[in-house]
């Protein structure tokens, strides 16, 4: 039981390394553009897709008229719509040919991702860079799902950065927009 404690701490050890390398202009341009959105639209595979999910419902929550690219009742893209496109390396082919769609539509995409020199960020109107994984933190505990050559031990650790970007986000806009506690909950699922 131990392991679990260890590597939720290694994990959490990482999430603030990842934090303290945000760069506040990069926030700042995405909350600008969002804001401008007359839709938005969030797209990722994998990880960054489930914790994208989570962006969109959260956005919802907001008052923002967020989707979810791939969902059957998705509309239309449009131009001054946004998307968000999440892809650690930049290079998810799924990610790139959709980003591409959007952009020909007359729409804008930021990019969230761990790569500045990526497709995606090169693609994009803005990009924020997410770190996943700090070189100077020892993961001996969860290095059993591997190291920096393996797939599932920096996609876990970008999830994780991704997910607590977001949730900081969702407060910075909530504040800008002056939502209250109970704005935000009338807007909450309540059919479940």
């Not at 945000?22 to 938005?40: F, Q, S």
């Not at 020199?117 to 860079?129: D, E, F, I, P, R």
């Not at 700090?134 to 969860?142: L, V």
Request: charged residues 20%.
């Amino acid at each position: 039981m131990e392991k679990v404690k260890k590597v939720a701490k290694e994990m959490l050890q990482n999430a603030t390394w990842s934090t303290e390398q945000l760069n506040e202009k990069d926030i700042k341009g995405m909350v600008d553009t969002l804001l401008k959105a007359k839709k938005i639209f969030v797209l990722g595979v994998g990880h960054s897709g489930l914790i994208g999910k989570v962006f969109a419902m959260k956005l919802a929550h907001l008052g923002f008229n967020s989707y979810v690219v791939g969902d059957v009742t998705t509309p239309s893209l449009k131009e001054g719509d946004v998307m968000v496109a999440i892809s650690q390396s930049g290079e998810t082919s799924t990610v790139l040919t959709l980003c591409r769609k959007a952009k020909e539509l007359g729409g804008k995409v930021i990019a969230i991702t761990s790569s500045p020199k990526s497709t995606l960020s090169k693609l994009a109107n803005h990009t924020v860079l997410i770190r996943a994984k700090s070189k100077n933190i020892d993961f001996a505990n969860f290095s059993l799902l591997g190291d920096e050559a393996h797939k599932n031990m920096s996609g876990a650790l970008f999830g994780l950065n991704i997910y607590l970007f977001f949730y900081g986000l969702i407060c910075e806009l909530a504040d800008v927009t002056g939502q209250t506690p109970r704005q935000i909950d009338s807007r909450h699922a309540n059919i479940e």
